[in-house]
């Protein structure tokens, strides 16, 4: 009968006793001394990348060995990665000769388990071509356990002939030492498992997913926003000319009938007493034509003529009277009066119709939203509207939507916008207010508003 063939991979006894101690021999006292000094200057390292590093590349001292690695199991799944490797500074895990060694520790976890000290031969566990120009075809594996006798990562030895029962025993006194400060050092969590999600919980998650996706929001915009009066009154210039003082400070109350500024009236002086000695002379034209039908030259040809310049003359005096009596402009309502400074406009010529300040009712105010064009939604009169000002940036202020303009346009700071209004809930803030305004619409899926703004810039660098 054949013999059975050997198993290319065994496990190598679990050593309680020195081997040396069994065969009666006397223990060589340098090798001895050399494994103790090994083991203290582990307990030496301060991290556990510097642990690592030590054991793979300083174990030379008590073990003969061509290559060690340090390998760590992986947080997601069951396989093992190399984390250190003598003779080099960083370990690059996609060469081949690393990825065949970890694929070759998988399939050895997941044959016999990693538990228990191995000596396997690696192209008899898995052939790769990595092991061809590779030195060393002897590997063992000595597991780094933990507290609950799981082996969370490993030394693996790469030799030319495989390790004698005294070499693995010492293996097994720097794995037990390397395991214990490994603990000691990350706090006794060596491995940060992540853990893995299987299909009912997957199931969940894309349940949960879906319905926060279809759960239904509002579209909400944020809009810089202005505080300004419901109705004001606009003072402007009834002619040209240049403001000669104003009578009242910014923002404060006034009544109707107060004066709140005057014009530079000398023009207006010399204007009225010019059309007053036209129409003087107009008259007495249109006098000494109507005494001459009694005379001897008659001239009364020309009295139709010289009434119509006594008419013209008529009009001009009262215009020029109307406009010297608006060179002090006064209040037609009572309210507060809301501008600037008075030097921007003492001594500042204006034009016709150029607005000069308002008078306005502080109880009667309301919030301007320029909401930019990018941000362009479907809005309805009553719709919701906070506004968070600058000056409380803790707390909104609550507004209902009024109206909206149906056609963008241009703000002083160059961006295209819509101009809405909306009427403030409850106290006033104060006139010329800034803040920003959040502005809802109507309800729509969590996605829809999550890839809104997505799908509008797609489609209009696409073109369709």
């Known amino acids: 009968m054949a013999a059975s063939r050997p198993d290319p991979i065994e496990a190598a006894p679990s050593v309680k006793v020195s081997p040396l101690a069994q065969s009666g021999a006397k223990p060589d006292a ?72 970890e694929k070759n520790v998988t399939l050895l976890a997941q ?4 538990d228990q000290p191995r000596d396997f031969d690696a192209n008899a566990v898995r052939p790769d071509e990595a092991f061809d120009e590779y030195p060393y075809s002897q590997l063992y594996w000595q597991p780094l356990l933990g507290k609950d006798g799981a082996a969370f990562g490993g030394l693996l030895f790469a030799c030319e002939e ?16 390397a395991a214990h400060s490994w603990l000691a050092l990350s706090g006794g969590k060596p491995v940060r498992r992540l853990s893995v999600i299987d299909s009912t919980k997957k199931k969940w998650i894309a349940a949960a997913i879906a319905v926060v996706l279809l759960f239904p929001v509002r579209l909400t915009a944020l809009a810089p926003a202005e505080v300004v009066a419901e109705r004001p009154y606009i003072v402007a210039a009834p002619f040209s000319g240049r403001i000669a003082s104003i009578e009242v400070m910014p923002n404060a109350p006034v009544k109707a009938g107060q004066v709140l500024l005057r014009f530079d009236d000398v023009r207006l002086e010399n204007e009225l007493e010019l059309a007053e000695e036209k129409l003087a002379v107009a008259r007495s034209r249109l006098e000494r034509s109507t005494s001459s039908a009694f ?100 707390w909104a202020v609550d507004a209902t939507l009024e109206t909206a303009s149906y056609q963008a346009r241009q ?50 660098f696409v073109g369709l």
């Open 30 to 101: 340098a090798k001895l001394a050399a494994l103790l000094q090994f083991e203290a200057d582990i307990r030496r390292q301060e991290t556990v990348e510097e642990l690592q590093y030590f054991v793979a590349n300083e174990a030379r001292q008590v073990l003969p060995y061509g290559q060690a690695f340090i390998l760590r199991q992986s947080r997601i799944g069951e396989g093992f990665e190399v984390q250190c490797a003598s003779s080099l500074a960083t370990v690059d895990r996609n060469t081949p000769l690393i990825h065949a060694l």
């Open 295 to 394: 005379g001897e030259k008659d001239e009364t040809s020309d009295i139709a003529i010289m009434r119509a310049e006594v008419e013209v003359a008529q009009a001009e005096y009262y215009y020029a009277k109307e406009l010297a009596g608006q060179s002090a402009i006064t209040a037609q309502r009572d309210g507060m009066a809301l501008f600037s400074d008075r030097r921007d406009w003492e001594g500042r010529a204006v034009n016709v119709g150029d607005p000069i300040m308002q008078v306005v009712n502080p109880d009667q105010v309301m919030l301007r939203i320029d909401l930019p064009a990018a941000e362009q939604m479907s809005l309805e009169k009553g719709g919701k509207v906070k506004m968070w000002l600058d000056s409380q940036p803790l």
């Open 111 to 114: 044959d016999h388990g990693l």
């Open 162 to 177: 495989p390790l004698r029962e005294g070499e693995k025993y010492r293996a097994a006194r720097i794995a037990e030492t």
């Open 411 to 460: 703000t002083p700071e160059g961006v295209l916008a819509f101009a809405l209004t909306a009427k403030l809930d409850g106290d006033n803030p104060r006139i010329g207010s800034r803040g920003t305004a959040q502005v809802y619409g109507r309800w729509v899926p969590f996605v829809y508003s999550l890839l809104r703004r997505p799908i509008a810039a797609l489609r209009q």
